[in-house]
């Protein structure tokens, strides 16, 4: 294929891309604009990890401490289980944030 050929499909393939909504954006300034509208949501979602780590291990502990009949002790592993996990888990959201 002759170099007008290749420099053809280029240029039909970036029209098509426009079209689709799949071109890719190489401004910085609207990569920061997007992440700063994503914040909010951001935020919301660490949360929710923080809070739904702790409350499972809260109940896993205290139904095991209600069947062994044992006092918090299992409440108290599980509820540092569950809040270690939730910490974790918001590390891995912000790690990929960082990344991108």
Known sequence: MSKNGNDSFGAR???????SGLEKKENSAEKEDAVEQSLPGLALRAGAEML????????IGW??????????????????????AGVLNVWRLVKSIDGK
């Not at 739904?52 to 109940?59: H, K, N, Q, T």
């Not at 139904?63 to 108290?76: N, S």
């Open 63 to 84: 139904e095991l401490d209600h069947w062994l009949k044992t006092r918090a002790v299992f409440l108290i592993l599980f509820a540092l289980m569950g809040g270690g």
């Open 52 to 59: 739904s780590a702790l409350i499972v291990g809260v109940a």
């Open 13 to 19: 393939l970036k029209a098509a891309e426009r079209r």
